[in-house]
């Protein structure tokens, strides 16, 4: 049955192929079932400035000389796998003596893999920087391109001090804005937003309830538009965020809200479509018709 509705749907949807709708029939679906049409609830738009946190220097050789220790350690004869339990700040592997498993080439990071890949069975590498941190790697074994290896990891991790930088480079950021600078060409220098060179910082317009941080949700309810946030936390990094327009709960009309009426009538011609073909074919061919 499951073979026979996934064959119905390809047929619908190569038929239904190409369908449009004109504006006067947005116009005309809208008239007939505007009463019938769900309630939209309120939105936001909203752009936003990320700003991740960044280990500084100080945090970095801090790593560094961690690594370094553990690896003269390695080097004096000290048991690979005990020193991973102890030290390796890859909680996945550090239990099971940093050991990797069998991974595949592409499997990982190419900083890693090409320190990893060089290995002869036995050897151990010098101190490998990658974006998670400091690794020292040990081969156990290669299989074409296949190795299994294990690692310590040593993170590199913010201090408070990297926060509060953070955060005031936001303010800055902040006040530029209220000072009249453009909020999308801020957004472009300096957020870390990685689709901020297409968007420009722009988020979109959003049910309240949907938005999918609540940390956005709670800063977001509390602004009026056109206002700025201060600089908020999310796993992401340090935002701040502005409101670009509001719309409060209310029913669906042409003019604020063209796009989601036209996927209405759309769709409702579509099945309609559908239907008069189904009946065109029980008309002119003896089929049995699954309802899904």
Known sequence: LLKEQMMVEQVRAKKLRGTRVSRREVEEFYKTYKDSLPIQEA????????????PSEEAQKAAYEKAKMILEKIKAGEDFSELARKYSED??????GGDLGMINRGDFVPEFENAAFKLRDGQISGIVKTQFGYHIIKM??????????????????????????????LKEIRQRALNGEDFSKLALEYSDDENVSKDLGHLG??????????????????????????PFKTDYGYHIVKL????????????NDWQKIEEYALNHKMEMEYKKWIEELKKSVPIEIHQL
Not at 48 to 53: D, G, N, S
């Open 244 to 255: 670009n327009a509001r719309k409060e709960r209310r029913k669906l009309t042409l003019e």
């Open 140 to 169: 156990i074994e290669r299989r074409g391109e296949k190795i299994h290896c294990q690692h310590i990891l040593i993170q590199v991790m913010p201090t408070k001090e990297d926060e509060l930088r953070t955060i005031e480079k």
């Open 43 to 54: 939105t936001v738009d909203i752009s936003h400035i990320l700003l991740q946190v960044k």
């Open 91 to 96: 909680p996945a592997s550090a239990k099971r």
């Open 205 to 230: 317009e959003f049910e309240v309830d949907k938005l999918a941080l609540p940390q956005f949700k709670a800063v977001v309810q509390k602004l009026k538009v056109g206002e700025i946030s201060m």
